[in-house]
């Protein structure tokens, strides 16, 4: 199946880190939205986004993303809450929806070094951490916060964290992004140039690094607009990381 269609994926039972688990009570699962290549998937990725809804401009990236080739994949990080509820998605339940996400690629053939994790928000500080305890093969962080402050009394800071990274890690900022501070930005940057594996920290002037924002994009058409070029610039990265860790 070619294109962007939603599915559903099993979450793992308690305990278990893998998909062997066999249970006799039905699991439940986590809804699913994909989109895939018009021929055999090169591997995968998991996208993280902290939205109620799929926007146009996330559903655009994830065909992106397959038309180069990834089978790519976005749980529904919301869907235990009900609709009316803002409740943050952290912690063990989105690592559970990752988990879950990562099994049906796995499911399709793809393996397990050859998956990718991509997240904005919140979501890009879980991909990180993520990718220090999980078995894939490269990750993408976008203003990912929690840089010298831990989001949660059980997960550390990034600048902590990436001590343990165990797949190369790039992380995309903007520099006028009030929740993360360049000075803080610096300080992840230097942290990262002592981490185990490839990291790669960027930063953008004003807020032009979102990918999945491209409203934020003038409407004049001009493509040396400085936002432009930056989005662009994001874009590829992101492409590229991908393309030369999954291999």
Known sequence: MSGIFTDSAMLRAVGDQSDQSQTDQPRATVPLTAAAPDGPARGGIVVLHESRRFTDAVLDLMRLLAGEGWLTVAPHLFHRQPGDLEVEVFGDNLFADFDAAFDWLVARGVYADCVGVLGFDDAGTAALLVATNRPVGAAVSVAARGIVEPLRADTPALVD????????????????????????????????????????????????????????????????????????DAQRRIFDWFDGNLR
């Open 161 to 232: 964290a990436l001590a343990s990274l165990q797949a190369p890690w790039l992380g995309l900022y903007g520099e006028d992004d009030p929740r993360t501070p360049p000075a803080h930005v610096e300080r992840l940057r230097d942290a990262s140039a002592r981490a185990p594996v490839a990291t790669h920290v960027v930063s953008y002037r004003g807020l032009a690094h979102r990918a999945d924002e491209p409203t934020q994009l003038p409407d004049n058409g001009d493509d040396d607009d400085p936002d432009v070029q930056a989005i662009m």
